[in-house]
């Protein structure tokens, strides 16, 4: 097979933090892992696996005994892993914890939502302040105060770990990370699509413009070197003091989560962050009709792209999942959270295809003009002849990406045995063994609008205007063109 384009070391790279052997400790929130790098030769090594008992770790810090302590955003809790391995629930029923600090062996962690709270972990939580607007990365600063964002709308503050009064620091907008060199210098990173750090040093106000969009947090090593991530496309950077940077570990897709290529055969990429590059969250399936991008939001939305403008085509959807385009301009979406098949006509009238099933979570159209869907609950393939679904495959594990060959043969992913099989007009498996990721059973984190939920893992597929098949690698953050199959 050919990658039109490369793996992806770091799925996402969320906190991050100095491991007591010298490594770069990443949390990777989307695929739920955790892995540490080699600053050097950029070797990365997982840590904690995807199907290990995190779902969505988003930050993590050592405490003087060299425990490691991760938030995990969705189910709301607190891990502590042991020198040896031994992964542990250390605090239970926090809403969105982000932020984590250690100030010896004591531990703190501030929530992402407005109002959220500050708090020390002990056997009874203890709350330092409250009130935050989505807390985020933090850090003890040589004053020995605890340093945190106001993400929204762009403030530090600082806090005795004892409590008190919170004291306003700095205004620096869109604020997502804040980061203490080895000589005590403030640095602000923000969650801007240009990737701007502040640094502060005293009354002195520098800014470094790294190019990297969706900054979450840096680390620096006992040489000062500083490190960042980026939640959005991954990867590890080392930033010098002169604004030029290094790759440490190259950055890629989140995802795929949605792939389409257009008329002129152009590759359009729906990445949960973004979309061809460009920051437009939170993405997931995508079509292409013309000059248009017509994609599905997690926060269930429909909309369509035309140039530099985005209009809603419907909303309030329960998990709009995949989307494609008929001749004549009409989409239609499976509603995966509903069970439902959706038509939206080009004046956006929404009327329903098909309902009663299970998870619909890909449709694909033949030249006949007739629906297919994949039901990643019902292990099948369907066609819906006037809004009844008749099954054209079944017996499938997690059926996921589906499309329709140019001599109209019904392929589909097959995510559950990681293959890509054709439903139709006979069942067989076309290519097996394939860098897909098998689906976890995860519940999506709370969905706070502008916050990410966690999607779940999917593997989609297309075809291209010359009859080649690409398939979005859920596995490894590629996406493949599949021999002629």
């Not at 570990?249 to 002129?264: C, E, K, N, S």
């Amino acid at each position: 097979m050919d990658r039109l384009i490369a793996a992806t070391p770091l799925r996402g790279s969320n906190g991050i933090t100095v491991g007591p052997d010298g490594r770069i400790w990443v949390a990777e929130y989307l695929p739920g892992r955790i892995s540490a790098v080699d600053v050097t030769t950029g070797d990365v090594e997982v840590i904690v696996a995807p199907d290990g008992p995190l779902q969505s770790p988003d930050d993590l810090v050592f405490d003087a005994d060299g425990n490691l302590w991760i938030t995990d955003v969705a189910p709301g809790r607190v891990w502590r892993r042991t020198p040896s391995g031994e992964l542990t629930v250390a605090a239970d029923g926090i809403r969105n914890p982000n932020g984590i600090a250690a100030i010896g062996n004591r531990i703190f962690v501030n929530e992402m939502i407005p109002g959220g709270r500050l708090l020390e972990l002990a056997t009874t939580p203890r709350v330092l302040t409250e009130g935050l607007m989505l807390g985020n990365a933090m850090q003890a600063g040589p004053d020995g105060n605890l340093y945190y964002p106001h993400m929204f709308p762009g403030e530090v503050y600082r806090i005795s770990p004892d409590g008190g009064a919170p004291e306003l620091v700095a205004e620096v907008a869109q604020t997502v990370a804040v980061r203490f060199d080895r000589d005590g210098v403030l640095h602000v990173l923000s969650i801007d699509e240009a990737g701007t750090i502040t640094r502060i040093d005293g009354g002195r106000r520098t800014e470094i413009v790294t190019g990297i969009a969706g900054l979450d947090n840096a680390a620096f090593d006992a040489g000062n070197r500083m490190f960042v991530s980026s939640f959005s496309s991954g990867g590890i950077t080392e930033v010098r003091p002169d604004g030029s940077l290094r790759e440490v570990v190259p950055r890629g897709l989140a995802g795929p989560y949605g792939i389409a290529v257009g008329d002129d055969g152009e590759l359009h990429v729906a990445d949960h962050y973004r979309i061809d590059g460009a920051f437009l969250p939170f993405a997931h399936a995508i079509a292409a009709s013309g000059d248009d991008l017509h994609f599905a939001s997690q926060y269930g939305q429909v909309l369509t792209r035309s140039g530099a403008e985005t209009r809603t085509r419907a909303e309030n959807l329960d998990q709009p999942q995949g989307i494609t385009v008929r001749p004549d301009g009409t989409l239609i979406v499976a509603e995966a959270g509903a069970g439902r098949v959706l038509a939206i006509a080009p004046d956006d009238e929404v009327t329903v295809v098909a309902e009663g099933l299970g998870r619909p979570v890909d449709v694909a159209v033949d030249a006949d003009g007739r629906c297919h869907v994949s039901d990643e609950a019902h292990g099948a393939v369907y066609r819906l002849d006037d809004g009844k679904p008749t099954a054209v495959a079944d017996g499938l594990h997690a059926p996921q990406g589906l499309t329709v060959t140019a001599d109209g043969r019904i392929l589909v992913v097959e995510a559950g045995r990681r293959r890509v099989v054709e439903a139709a007009p006979q069942l067989r498996v076309v290519a097996d063994d394939l860098p897909i990721a098998v689906p976890r059973t995860t519940q999506p984190a709370l969905l706070i609008e502008g916050l990410p939920g966690v999607p779940r893992q999917f593997a989609a597929l297309t075809t291209t205007p010359d009859g080649a098949v690409l398939l979005g690698a859920s596995a490894d953050g590629s996406v493949l063109r599949l021999p002629r199959i």
